[in-house]
């Protein structure tokens, strides 16, 4: 026995009556940007991840470098 229409219509009307018009747009307007994000990230996670690890191992080389530096001096 799944939710039918009738008892998810009551629930927005609740919903709708609680929030308010305003603050459910903005709620809807921040997911969807969210969503955009997290979508994009997963994207250029998946096209450039040898770049990210060049760029990881470069940044850590380089710390490492700067840290002997400084303990041998």
Do not use: C, Y
């Amino acid at each position: 026995m799944g939710i039918g229409w009738q008892q998810l219509l009551i629930v927005l009307v609740i919903v709708l009556l609680i929030f308010g018009t305003k603050r459910l747009k903005n709620v809807g307007n921040d997911l969807g940007e969210a969503i955009k994000g997290f979508k994009k990230g997963m994207n250029d996670a998946e096209d450039k991840p040898a770049e990210r690890l060049n760029d990881e191992t470069k940044s850590t080389s380089a710390s490492a470098e700067r840290h002997d530096d400084k303990t041998r001096q």
